[in-house]
C-alpha cells in the first residue's frame, strides 16, 4: 500500500477513534448527570418519607400525651370527689368536737 494511502488510513482511524472518545465522554456525562439527578429525587424521597414519619410520631406522642392527661384528669376528680365527700362526713363529727371543745372551755371558766 502506498504510503499516502497508510497516512490517509491512519488520520481517518484517528479521526474515528476520537469521536469514539467524544461518543464515550459525552455518555459518560449524560450517565453521571443522570445518576446525580436520581440521587436528588432518592433524596428528596427520603426526606419527605422522613417528614412524614415524624408527623406520624408526632401525632402518636400527642395522641399519648392526650390520652394520659384525660386519665390523670380523671383520677384528680374522683379523688377530688372522694376527699369532698370524707369532708363531709367528717363536718358533722368535726362540728361537735369543736362545740364540745367550746363547752368545756365555757365551763372551765365559770
Sequence with gaps: MPRPEVLKQL???EEEA????????????????EA????EEIRTEAEEEARALKERELEAA??????ECER?????????EA???RA???VGEVTDHVVELFQEDV????
Design 11 to 13: 488520520s481517518s482511524a
Design 18 to 33: 476520537d469521536k469514539i472518545v467524544a461518543l464515550a465522554e459525552q455518555d459518560r456525562d449524560e450517565r453521571i448527570a
Design 36 to 39: 446525580r439527578e436520581r440521587a
Design 62 to 67: 400527642r395522641e399519648e400525651i392526650d390520652a
Design 72 to 80: 390523670v384528669l380523671r383520677e384528680g376528680k374522683q379523688e377530688r
Design 83 to 85: 376527699l369532698a365527700d
Design 88 to 90: 363531709k362526713t367528717n
Design 107 to 110: 365551763n372551765a371558766q365559770t
